[in-house]
Each structure stands twice: as C-alpha cells, then as structure tokens.
C-alpha cells in the first residue's frame, strides 16, 4: 500500500521522525517497506501490509496507529476519526435500505446530504491523492476516496436526482422516498460502472439496487454504476458506508476481472463498526468542502458487532517470549497499542479493538507484546542437547513408510508428482471456494496423475525420457474417511492406487544427500526433435566425437541428445540420435533448425563418417 509520509504527519501533534526512521520502526515492529519514493516535497512508502492486518492497517490511520505505538507518539485526538463515536441517530425517512442476505451484507449506513455543490477539490485533498497515484475528480469524489485512504473504509456516492422515486404514506403530506436494496443479480443483469465498461453480473454477484426501479447501482464492495454517478449538476446525494463479505466480494471481482481499492479492502474482512466512523468522517469533510445538509441517515444492522474479551496470563506471556517482563512492561505495550484492558490475580483481560479483528486467543496478544517490545529484546535461549535422558525421537510410522515408499519408486524410474486436492466429484464440498472450479475434495489420486501423464508424455524429448512412468503420495477422501495413498501412472502399464501400510520401522533409515548443485529451468517455448543416424569407424572415443560435433554446430540450441538404436557390422559403429533442440528466446522455425542439421550433416561428412 502507499503511504504518504505528509499524510501520516497529520495524525500527530509532534513531528514524526525522518522518513527513514519511520521505515526503520515498521520494518522492525510490524510491515516491510518495499520501496521509498520522493514526490516533490512528500516521501511515499510502499508497505508491505499482511493478509493478517489487511482489515486494519490498509489505511493511513492504520499506520500512523503502529507508528504511534511503537515510538511512543501520542496520536492528536482531534485528527483521529475514532476518537468521537459517531452518531447517526437522526434518521430520515427518504432513504429506506433494505438488506437481501444478511451473511453478503452485514451492515448498510447511508447519509442523505441536499444542496451540495460539486467542484474542484482544494489543492491539499488534491496533492494527498495524487501522491498515493489517485487521479483527482471533484471534492465529492474525492472525499470518499480520501476517506477509504485515511480510515480504511471504502465509500460511495450516489448522485440522488438520479434515482427513481417512489411516494412515502403516512398521515404528514407524501415526501420523495429512495429505496436502496442489497441483493443478488439478476440472471442476465448488465450493469455500466463508473470506467464506462458494462458487466454481465450472475446471481453469484451481490448489487447495490434502485429497488424502485428494480436496476442495478453498483457492484457491492467493487465499483458503482455509471448512470447514477456524481457530476457537477448533482445537487442531492446519497452516501453508502456498508460492510461487505469478504469472500462474495473477492468472488465477484475475480470473475468480473474488476479488481479495485475497495474490493481489496473488503476481501480482507473489515469490521462492520468501520461503516459508521467511515460515514461520519465523510459526510464532515463533504460539509467543509461541498457545502450541503444532512438530512438524516439510515442504518441497517442486523447483527451488530460484539468485542471480544481475552485473558492472557502474565507467565504465560514470558513463558511463550523467553522473556522476564513485568506487569508494567506489558500494560505499557496494551496502553500504547490503545486496548481496553484489566490487570489482576496475575492475568490481564484485554478487550480487543473493534477493528482488530485479528486478535481472538491469547497467543495473538503474546505476539503483539513481543513486536511492540522488539524481537531484538527477546534474549537467545541456546537448544538443548539430543542426549540419554531425553531419548531418542519417536519414529513418525506414516512418514517413514511413505519415504521407504518414494525411495523404491525412485529407483525403479518413477517421477513424483503433486496434483491438485480439488476434483469435479467427490463426497465432501469444499465450504467457500472461492473460484467455484473442483468444489469436492478428491476419492482418488488417479485421475490427476492421468492428467499428468498425458501432458508429460508430449514433452518425454526434452526431459530425456524414454518412458513416463509417475507417482503421488496423497490424502484422499472417501467413505467418510481422510486416508493416506500412493498412485502409479505409465506409458505401458495399467493405472494403481493402494492405501499405504505404516509398517513397524523404529529408526529412519540414512539416506544419501544429493549432489546436484544447480538446477534450470525450462523454456517456454516449444521444442524440434531431429533424428540423425550415421556409420563410424569402429573406435572407442567414436561415440564421444559424435557428440562433440553435435556441440559444435547447433548454436546453442541443443538441450538434449539421445541414443536410441546402435549396432556393429563389418568393423563400423551405427549410431542413432534423437536431438532435441529449442530456444529460451523465442519458437523456433523449421528452415532454422533445417540450416542447423545441414550444418551438422555436413561436420559428419567432413569427418568421412557416413549420413544414413
């Protein structure tokens, strides 16, 4: 993710070190840096942020957050979007949202803003953005943005004069009413987004839906539509603030192949709180920047969010660390990290964040006392000695008999393989796969080492195979059971899968270190095989010649020789090769590897050897 450092200084009242020590302190503490980019007078750091932080620390605040734990910097509650808990208790009655599957979306907040006047951003919103590579488009837009970059949470604007209306009843006089409904597409639903394309959507994909209108808005948690966009006539607007599935959203835009910096945040789980903070921030900076009234919000949230309280024993975070910290030591890390916590009868029950979804069992908050404190700090414990009074280590019998297993297939000139665990059938579905290809887990291991021989065998030339003859070691599925079994495929023999017996070994056997010291990889591109037979003198070093003139003449494109047929007769040698040849560079033509084998006749010839 890119991060500004300008940007990060404005959650702190003090300064933040040098760009360079801020590098220092996350690569340290928390996230590599994989590059630092000076941009006119700002400094942009591309962190390296973990799947496992992705719901909290892909925003600047997320950062800044580390930032002010691990250097001990106060961030300025003022700046802090989380520091005021948002209120969203005026609510109005021209925004009904409505919400299809509660699982797909476990929150919707919407805000209804009127009188706004969309145009030019001011130049620091404009500078902040385009110092993370984000195009400017006007203050609205940009207020979204600035606010998913800032906070985390991915927003979207809706130009409301767009929108279909429908009348509202009760006893006042009607009013105008917005139905927003999150649900699943239609089968055969289009929809234009906002980078001019149109989608074809599936019922797989989850939409944000004009119900009055029964169309599609936007696609959830990846990109909003085209037709209902904001442009500088829009004048009332509806603001959506939502918490998204992760996994439908992941879906979604790998099939659309429609990947964007909102789905790459809702695909890492974001917490459902985030949704109010994100609208909040956001309707503020529209106000300061557009003008604009809020006329109310509406807030549908079905399950709301519990925290979780955890307890990790003080012993036990020393105990797991290697250290001797004390109680005040570890109340100083959960103080600056900004958790809610208690201490006594030697244990501390700490309340994780809401948006700390990562912290659930006691071993997660170990981690963050150790990263907080520095791994630098945690002494070196040498290990102990493998002597008498520990014992010799207990033999694993299924690893044992599958090792024995390889190295007799081995020997016999069988190749391992390793093929996918996922099959068209089976007995046991994958929960939440999130391609949809090979829902089940495999019965058997056969049917992909049958795939396997049948593309090893095109190429057999080029790994100087006579046979292909494969096998996998592998868990298998079936009848209710997780069994463990080894297959065999081959050119000239029938297919076979058998359950592998542990055995009774009591000690690994030593075996032999391999010597290979480098290896290559292949080309991507296609190979030519030639054959060549000639007679040659009978002579002991005749054999290594013809090799030596196939070296000399194939300008580098030789990968493989192979004997395959020789006899002798009459005092003479005939040899017949295959030569494989192919390049790392491009597809090689035929009248190039003509002009090679004329060349290679015409070095046999001159040698008096004869061409057969």
């Known amino acids: 993710m890119k991060v500004s450092y300008n940007w990060l200084n404005t959650f702190f009242d003090k300064k933040l070190p040098s760009a360079d020590a801020v590098v220092e302190a996350l690569t340290f503490h928390v996230f590599e840096v994989d590059g630092v980019e000076r941009i006119d007078d700002d400094v942009v750091l591309d962190v390296k942020v973990t799947a496992n932080r992705g719901h909290d620390c ?30 969203l208790s005026k609510r109005t009655g021209k925004v009904k949202v409505s919400i299809e ?60 004069g767009k929108l279909s209306r429908g009348r509202s009843s009760g006893n006042t006089e009607d009013r105008p009413l917005y139905a927003i409904e999150v649900r699943a597409a239609r089968a055969g639903e289009r929809m234009i ?30 990109k909003g539509g085209k037709p209902s966009g904001v442009d500088d006539q829009t004048t009332d607007i509806i603001l959506e603030s939502a918490n998204f599935d992760g996994a439908s959203v992941r879906r979604t835009a790998a099939s659309l192949k429609l990947r964007t910096d909102a789905s790459d945040r809702f ?14 921030q956001a309707v503020e900076l529209i106000r300061s920047l557009a003008d604009g009234e809020v006329e109310g919000f509406a807030d549908e949230y079905p399950s709301p969010f519990a925290t979780v309280a955890i307890t990790v024993p003080m012993q036990k975070v020393n105990a797991v660390l290697g250290t001797k910290l004390a109680d005040a030591d570890i109340s100083d890390v959960f103080t600056r990290l900004g958790f809610s916590f208690k201490y006594g009868g030697g244990a501390f029950i700490v309340e994780a964040p809401s948006e700390r979804l990562d912290l659930t069992i006691p071993e997660d908050l170990i981690e963050e006392v150790g990263r907080i404190v ?7 414990t040498p290990l102990l000695p493998l002597d008498s009074a520990r014992g010799k280590p207990k033999v694993n019998a299924d690893f044992l008999a599958a090792e024995q297993l390889r190295e007799e297939l081995m020997a016999r000139g069988y190749s391992e393989m390793f093929t996918s665990v996922f099959a068209e059938k089976g007995e046991r579905v994958v929960a939440n796969k999130v391609d949809g290809v090979r829902p089940f887990l495999r019965r058997s291991l056969l049917p992909g080492l049958q795939e396997a021989l049948e593309r090893n065998v095109r190429t057999k030339a080029i790994l100087g195979l006579r046979e292909v003859k494969l096998f996998e070691i592998g868990a298998v599925w079936r009848d209710g059971r997780e069994l463990v079994v080894v297959g065999t495929v081959g050119e000239k023999e029938e297919p076979a899968e058998r359950v592998i017996d542990p055995g009774a070994g009591d000690a690994y056997p030593s075996l032999p270190v391999s010597n290979t010291r ?33 070296a000399e003449h194939n300008h580098g494109l030789l990968q493989h020789v192979d004997l395959f047929d ?18 790392f560079e491009k597809t090689l033509t035929d009248g190039e590897v003509n002009a090679i084998m004329e060349e290679i006749y015409a070095a046999v010839k001159a040698k008096g050897w004869e061409v057969r």
């Open 58 to 87: 892909l925003s600047h605040r997320g950062i800044a957050r580390e930032l002010s734990a691990i250097l001990k910097l106060p961030i300025d509650p003022q700046r802090d979007p989380f520091a005021k808990k948002p209120d």
């Open 101 to 160: 599957d509660q699982e797909s979306c476990r929150r919707f907040t919407a805000a209804y803003l009127t009188g706004v006047k969309v145009g030019p951003s001011p130049e620091w919103l404009k500078q902040s953005l385009e110092a993370i590579g984000q195009r400017s488009i006007n203050n609205v837009v940009d207020a979204t943005n600035f606010v998913m970059f800032d906070t985390g949470q991915p927003l979207h604007a809706y130009d409301a």
């Open 193 to 222: 987004a906002l980078d001019d394309k149109e989608y074809a959507l599936k019922p797989s994909d989850l939409v944000v839906a004009d119900a009055n209108a029964d169309t599609a808005v936007g696609i959830a948690g990846v």
């Open 267 to 280: 695909q890492q789980v974001i917490s459902s709180e985030l949704a109010a903070y994100g609208l909040q």
């Open 374 to 380: 520095g791994y630098d700090a945690v002494l070196a």
């Open 518 to 550: 480098q290896y290559r990889s292949f080309s991507k591109f296609p190979f030519i095989v030639r054959d060549i037979a000639m007679w040659i003198p009978e002579d002991p070093n005749a054999f290594s010649e013809a090799v030596s003139v196939f």
């Open 566 to 583: 020789q006899y002798h007769k009459d005092g003479r040698a005939s040899y017949a090769f295959h030569l494989v040849l192919q390049s």
